[in-house]
C-alpha cells in the first residue's frame, strides 16, 4: 500500500515571492515515482513535475522545483516567482511497481492562493 | 484526439437511475484509470486497466460500479441504481508507459450530480 499525506490545506502567498508546499509518503516498493499536479478552478489536472526514486537529482521545470529528501521520505514542491496564475489546488501523487501499487495514488491537495 | 475525452461532460439523474459514462483515451495508451473527486478532496483511485484487463478493481466502492473496456482502447464506467453520495466528477487518465515513471493524462471529467 501507499500513501500520501498533505498537511497543509491552504496557503497564502504574496506574489514574486517563492512557496513551498509539502508533502510526505510512505510506500512498500523499492522503487517508485513521484508526481505534482495543480487543478484549478476549471477542473482540468495539469502534469507539473516528475521525480524517480532513483534519480540522484531533484527534478526542476521552470520555476517548479522537487525537494527530494528520501531518508525523510518527503517531496516538496517549491514554486519560485509565485505569479497570480499559480493560484489553484496542488496535488501530491506517487506511483509504484509493485502490484496495487501502479495506479497513482494522491494527497487530499493544498489550496494555494496568490496575494496581488 | 489530442487529449483525453471523457462525455458526458455533465450528468444529472435521479436517485436510483443506471448512469454510463465514457472515456476515450490518447491513441496508443495502453494504461486507463478511472478516479472519483469529490468538492474539495483528491482524485480517489476507482479502477485501473491495461489493456481489455482490469488490473486492479480495488478502489470500486460496491458492486454498484462496474467497468470495461472491451477493445483495449474506449472504456465505460457504469453505475447502476445511483445514490446521492455518488454526486461527484469521475475523472479519467490514460498513460502510455508501465513502470513507475509513467506520466498520466487526464480528462476533463464527467460531473454526475444524483438528484
Known amino acids: 500500500a501507499q500513501k500520501i499525506t498533505q498537511t497543509q490545506p491552504g496557503m497564502f502567498v504574496q506574489e514574486k515571492e517563492a512557496v513551498t508546499l509539502d508533502c510526505t509518503y510512505d510506500?512498500?516498493?523499492?522503487?517508485?515515482?513521484l508526481f505534482w499536479y495543480k487543478q484549478p478552478s476549471s477542473g482540468e489536472m495539469i502534469f507539473l513535475i516528475y521525480?524517480?526514486?532513483?534519480?540522484?537529482q531533484n527534478a526542476t521545470e521552470g520555476r517548479y522545483s522537487l525537494n527530494f529528501q528520501k531518508a525523510r521520505k518527503s517531496a516538496n514542491l517549491v514554486i519560485s516567482a509565485s505569479q497570480l496564475g499559480d493560484s489553484a489546488m496542488y496535488f501530491c501523487?506517487?506511483?509504484?511497481?509493485?502490484?496495487?501499487?501502479?495506479?497513482?495514488?494522491f494527497g487530499t491537495g493544498t489550496r494555494l492562493t496568490i496575494i496581488p | 484526439g489530442a487529449g483525453v475525452s471523457q462525455t458526458p461532460s455533465n450528468k444529472v439523474t435521479e436517485k436510483g437511475k443506471y448512469v454510463e459514462l465514457r472515456c476515450d483515451p490518447i491513441?496508443?495508451?495502453?494504461?486507463l484509470y478511472w478516479y472519483r473527486q469529490s468538492l474539495g478532496q483528491g482524485p480517489e483511485f476507482l479502477i485501473y486497466?491495461?489493456?481489455?484487463?482490469?488490473?486492479?478493481d480495488s478502489g470500486l466502492p460496491n458492486d454498484r460500479f462496474f467497468a470495461v473496456r472491451p477493445e483495449g482502447s474506449v472504456s465505460t464506467l457504469k453505475i447502476q441504481r445511483t445514490e446521492r453520495g455518488d454526486s461527484a466528477v469521475y475523472l479519467c487518465?490514460?498513460?502510455?508507459?508501465?513502470?513507475?515513471?509513467?506520466?498520466?493524462?487526464f480528462g476533463e471529467g464527467s460531473r454526475l450530480t444524483v438528484l
Open positions: 487518465a490514460s498513460s502510455a508507459e508501465e513502470g513507475a515513471n509513467g506520466e498520466l493524462f
Open positions: 510506500t512498500s516498493d523499492p522503487s517508485y515515482g
Open positions: 521525480q524517480g526514486s532513483y534519480d540522484q
Open positions: 501523487a506517487m506511483r509504484g511497481t509493485h502490484f496495487g501499487n501502479e495506479k497513482l495514488t
Open positions: 491513441s496508443g495508451h495502453t494504461a
Open positions: 486497466f491495461q489493456g481489455t484487463g482490469a488490473a486492479d
